[in-house]
Structure formats: structure tokens, C-alpha cells
């Protein structure tokens, strides 16, 4: 109030006290100080501890009304330092900002990307790892997680029979038409006060990210812009979403991921993480400057690396790049100077174009995919602009030279040397300590998504981990009494470990016949063939050109891992124009890996082949 006793505007939560103490003018401080105003007020909202420390304090101790305000900011800054981090807090108990604790907003089982988040969020916390390096903090965003209870709550309001699920678009509207328990409801709304950027709303199923039955990539995940100047209409936005993550159960993916792994339908349950998207705006574009996986177990390693020294995969702007498994830039974080690939085909297999959130759609219908918001955008668009600075490199076609940063004239090559090779960011010294402190903290190999937002201060974001597993079994095989002549394929470099007795067929793509601008229908295809072979309960060997489960169609064959999801075994091979470049799409390889499918790399320059003329006529079934 004003020295009339006006109201002049009103605080709700600490984070708008501490913000309205900083705008009001002196004599507003001063009529509140006089009163005791100030610790009563922290008092009625069970902030005690505050509360104590400034009612011992009497305005007439300072000189000016100045002189109280900077000690209200300070007392609040330093309570702010003290306060217990690193938890998982319900929002009804939240009258602070949140950032710190992972926010619980119902009851029941946080799913695969909720427990991992807790968990990683709690490491943080208790070794202090915000501050870990100088020039980056690290951090993970704003995170909520909507438990599994609600998810069974609001299934149960569904009128259909599980055993004979409708199709999927009857599902999607089916769920949107449904209500949430009004609790919930409030809950949202009360999370959109402090969740004020861009939002991901991503499943959290309690098979997902698991490491028996993963069904990772399997559910959907959207962004949203949050940025309606209603309150009603971004809660709306926000709604469904959820409801349509949870529909995702329901999807044809997940039914037929759901028969690979002999479970019923609707035996998943879900929880919603909704995470503040990471990044910054620029021309009506949100994303990061960089985004990725990292392993901590390299499955390809090469040169002097080791398979323990693990391994990345980033690209400019959102991670939805990434994990479709198109063309990213890979390095090993304890060997970021050694490249992955000749720098002809770094040049040649450039990232080209990035995802971002679009932020002129204030209104957009989700039932359109979760691409309704997201926008692809050419990187040379950028090509001058500073924010490409610590993230590109050009390249010098007459010095055949890569000159990191855009201050040269030539082709624009994704590599962010100046990241790894000059090191403007601790970046793989990160990647490197979190991946051994996760690994040795989960007991397991491990996998980490993550953004990077170069805008002061620079900062290191987590925003996934899980477990990645690894076959511990060991086979002595004696090579050299082996008789080439008499194996279908020989490759020197392949991943998984053990005896498979099960396999029916092979399913391969004709080298003869190959037209890479007929991938999308060759995906159809294989669908029908998977489908067919889960009938007759048949496992078969995979075989085809460039790499599997890209969404890019001229770099493989773009399926889904529902579409060959009874493969025991997959190869990739080269062929003239498809040189080949291993599938590390996190979705696709946490699935090979978890399902313990064998992967095979067959590259002429290793002296690997394919007998695609093997005689089968007397040989052994």
C-alpha cells in the first residue's frame, strides 16, 4: 500500500514479494517497515524461518528507506542460497521459485524420464555441480511431473474396451474431450505462474527408458509456446498436450512395440514430465545453440579411443534433430579433437537445416502432430549471424581448410569447433564427468540428453538420463577356423554379444535394385513384411544400405522400430552414395541395445562383406 493506505499491487508467492520490493518506491517501503508488514506477511505463509530473522529488525536501525530494502533483498537472496535443493517438492507447498526441486504435481510412480530426472537432479544438489566449471553452469530446467495415478484416474473415464481399442484418431479426440480432475486443473494453473518459457511435454511411461522393456521413442512428446496472453488459453495449450501424450499409449506404434514385447495393450502407465523448453528467441524462432545425446559406453570406437571413453552426438538447435538420427555432428567428449569422419564428409554430410519452436503460433491444433508447432529452418538462413559463432566452422574449398567461427567466406560445416577443439566451453570436460559420475551412480552404462544455451551465462542443461544397456556375456570364438566361403556376411565391427537360435529368415534390400528416392516406400514395405514374420512368430536377419531409422530418406531407409521390431539382427552396409555413417539416434539405438538385437557394420574398407549370392542348395537349415 501507498502512505494513504492504498493498495497499489498485490503479491501471491515469495517470488512476486521479492519482485514488488524492488519496484515499489521508498516511502511504500517504509509505510510496510514501520508496521512490521514485511515478516507478518512472511509469517501467514509459513515462511518462518524468514520470518524470524526480519522481525527482530526495526526501521528506525537504518538510516533510509534504501538502506531496508537492500537488506530485505540480501536476507532474501541469502534464504534463498540456504534453502534446501534437490528435492521433490508438492506444489501445494511451493510459495518460493521453484527452480532446484522437482515439482510433483499428483501421486503415484514418476515413470522412466521422471525417476532418472529426480534421481540426477538430487547428484546436483548434493555435489554442489551448478558451479562445477567457470565459464558454464550446469543445471536442469524447471521440471514437473505429473504422477501415474492421474493418468489411471483419467483412463478410467474413457469409454472404450482395451482388449478392442478404436482407431487412433477416435482415441486422440476421445481424450481431448475428457476432463481432468479439477485438482489437476488447478495445479496447472498454478504452474504456469512460474513455468513462463516455452514448454516440452514429454511421456514418462513406467516401461519407458528401462532396461527389459524399453519403449523408448515410442510415445510422443510436445512443445509448446506458451506464450498466449491469456492465462485460460495457455492452460488450455497445456491440457492438451498432456492428454495427448497420454493417448500415445494407444497409438498403432505403441501397440505394435507392445506385441514385440508380448504385453498387452494399455499394460503401459504414464506420467507427464513438463519441462521449460531450453534455448532463446531469435526472429520468432526458440532453440538452443546446441542440443544431444552422449553415451558413456562407445560401442565404435575407433583410432586410439576406448569403448569406455563413451561418445556424443549434437546438433545446432532443438534435440529433436538428434534423436531422429539425422545427419549430427559425433565426437568422443575424452577425445573431441579426433574427428569421426574425413573432412570430404564432413563438408558432404553437414547439418543443413535445424528444428525450432515457432513462436508466432499463439494457436495451433496438436491433433496435427507433434511437428505442429516445430518449424525447420535452413542453417544458411543464419549464415552470417553471431548467434552461428561458436557453432560452425566454414569451409575454404580452395585451402581445403576448415576455419572455425563465420568470419570467412564458404560453406557453412556444423562442427562447433570452437567449442570442442578451441574450447570457449568446458563442454566435453562436462560431458565426460557427468557420464562417469551417472554411470558409477546407476551402477550401469548410461545415456544423457542434453541442451546447451551459449547466451550469458553459458549453460549446460540435462535433460534426460537413463540406462543404457550393455551385454556382459563372453563368447571365445576362434576366427581363423572359421571358413569364410561359407558365411553369408563377415564384418569386422559389430555390436551385442551372444547365441541366437531363433532366426527364420532375412529380409534385405536389393543392392541391384536400390533407388534412394524410394525409401519411404521401401519402409512401407518392411512394415508389411514385420508384420507378417510377428504372425508366424518368425525372427529374421535385416539387411540394407546407409542407416536405419533416420527420419532423413536419403540417408536409409526412414522406418520407425515398430516397423522392423521383430529383426534380431540388423546390418548396415555402404553403397555408392550412401556412405555409411552408424545409426546413433538415441530412440533407435537405446531400443537395439535394450532388445539385445546384434548390429553389424559391413564397409568395404574393412574387408567386410556380404554373400549376397550364397548358394544355399546342401547347406544346413
Known amino acids: 500500500k501507498n502512505t494513504e493506505g492504498k493498495e497499489i499491487a498485490r503479491a501471491s508467492t515469495i517470488k512476486e514479494f521479492e519482485g514488488l520490493i524492488r519496484k515499489v518506491d521508498d ?43 537492500e537488506f530485505l533483498l540480501r536476507t532474501i537472496q541469502q534464504y534463498k542460497d540456504e534453502k534446501t535443493h534437490g528435492n521433490i517438492v508438492s506444489i501445494d507447498k511451493i510459495h518460493w521459485d521453484i527452480e532446484g526441486n522437482i515439482i510433483s504435481l499428483s501421486n503415484g510412480s514418476f515413470g522412466g524420464k521422471g525417476r532418472g530426472l ?7 544438489y548434493q555435489y554442489s555441480l551448478e558451479n562445477k ?12 511431473v505429473i504422477g501415474i495415478k492421474e493418468f489411471e484416474e483419467f483412463v478410467s473415464k474413457i469409454d472404450f474396451d482395451l482388449n478392442n481399442v478404436p482407431c487412433y484418431d477416435d482415441i486422440k479426440n476421445q481424450f481431448l474431450n475428457t476432463d481432468f480432475n479439477i485438482s489437476l486443473d488447478v495445479k496447472l494453473a498454478k504452474l504456469l505462474s512460474y513455468f513462463d518459457k516455452p514448454l516440452a511435454v514429454r511421456s514418462s511411461g513406467s516401461f519407458e527408458d528401462s532396461i527389459s522393456q524399453p519403449f523408448s521413442g515410442i510415445f510422443e512428446t510436445y512443445i509448446i509456446p506458451n506464450n498466449n496472453k491469456d492465462n485460460a488459453v495457455r492452460l488450455k495449450q497445456l491440457q492438451q498436450a498432456i492428454k495427448l501424450v497420454y493417448a500415445s499409449v494407444f497409438s498403432n506404434k505403441s501397440k505394435n512395440y507392445a506385441k514385440a514385447l508380448d504385453l498387452r495393450i494399455g499394460e503401459e502407465k504414464m506420467a507427464v514430465v513438463i519441462q521449460e523448453l531450453v534455448g532463446f528467441e531469435k526472429d520468432g524462432l526458440f532453440f538452443p545453440h546446441l542440443s544431444g545425446v552422449a553415451q558413456s559406453y562407445n560401442f565404435y570406437p575407433f ?6 571413453d563413451g561418445y556424443a552426438v549434437t546438433a545446432f538447435g532443438l534435440g529433436l534433430y538428434v534423436v531422429n538420427g539425422e545427419n549430427a555432428f559425433r565426437f568422443s567428449p575424452k577425445n573431441p579433437h579426433i574427428n569421426a569422419l574425413s573432412l570430404e564428409d564432413q563438408v558432404k554430410y553437414t547439418q543443413h537445416y535445424f528444428y525450432a519452436l515457432d513462436m508466432t503460433k499463439n494457436d495451433f491444433n496438436l491433433l496435427e502432430g507433434s511437428m505442429a508447432t516445430i518449424k525447420k529452418v535452413e542453417i544458411s538462413d543464419f549464415g ?4 552461428l559463432t561458436h557453432c560452425v566452422s566454414k569451409y575454404d574449398f580452395n585451402n581445403r ?4 567461427g563465420i568470419s570467412k567466406n564458404g560453406q557453412i560445416v556444423v562442427n562447433f569447433a570452437s567449442i570442442l577443439k578451441n574450447e570457449y566451453l568446458p563442454l566435453s570436460k562436462a560431458l565426460t564427468f557427468l557420464l562417469k559420475i551417472f554411470e558409477k551412480s546407476f551402477g ?10 551459449i547466451t550469458e551465462p553459458s549453460t549446460f542443461y540435462l535433460l534426460q538420463v537413463k540406462p543404457l544397456f550393455k551385454a556382459i556375456n563372453n563368447y571365445t570364438i576362434d576366427i581363423d577356423s572359421i571358413d569364410k566361403n561359407k558365411c553369408i556376411l563377415f564384418s569386422e565391427k559389430m555390436m551385442g554379444n551372444g547365441v541366437l537360435d531363433d532366426l527364420n529368415h532375412i529380409v534385405f534390400v536389393k543392392p541391384g535394385a536400390f533407388d534412394k528416392t524410394n525409401t519411404e516406400k521401401m519402409a512401407m514395405e518392411l512394415e508389411a513384411i514385420n508384420d507378417e514374420m510377428i504372425k508366424k512368430e518368425f525372427k529374421y536377419i535385416l539387411i540394407g544400405p546407409g542407416r536405419w531409422g533416420t527420419k532423413d530418406r536419403f540417408l536409409g531407409v526412414p522406418v520407425s522400430w515398430p516397423q522392423i521390431s521383430n529383426a534380431k539382427v540388423i546390418i548396415e552396409t555402404d553403397l555408392e552414395g550412401f556412405p555409411l555413417d552408424a545409426s546413433y ?27 549376397f549370392g550364397f548358394d544355399y542348395a546342401g547347406q544346413n537349415d
Open 118 to 124: 529426480s534421481f540426477a537432479n538430487s547428484l546436483f
Open 133 to 144: 566449471y567457470k565459464d558454464m553452469k550446469l543445471k536442469i530446467p524447471k521440471t514437473a
Open 384 to 387: 552470417s549471424d553471431s548467434i
Open 401 to 404: 581448410m576448415l576455419y572455425p
Open 303 to 308: 583410432a586410439n579411443m576406448k569403448a569406455e
Open 585 to 611: 539416434g538415441s530412440h533407435f539405438f537405446h531400443n537395439l541395445t535394450t532388445l539385445n538385437v546384434a548390429y553389424f557394420s559391413v564397409v568395404k574398407e574393412d574387408d567386410s562383406y556380404i554373400n
Open 27 to 69: 516511502s511504500t517501503i517504509m509505510y510496510h517497515a514501520v508496521r512490521d508488514d514485511f515478516s507478518h506477511w512472511l509469517m501467514a505463509r509459513s515462511e518462518i524461518q524468514l520470518a524470524k530473522v526480519l522481525l527482530p529488525k526495526k526501521h528506525d536501525e537504518f538510516q533510509t528507506a534504501k538502506d531496508i530494502r
Open 444 to 453: 550401469s552404462p548410461i545415456e544423457i540428453e542434453f541442451a546447451v544455451d
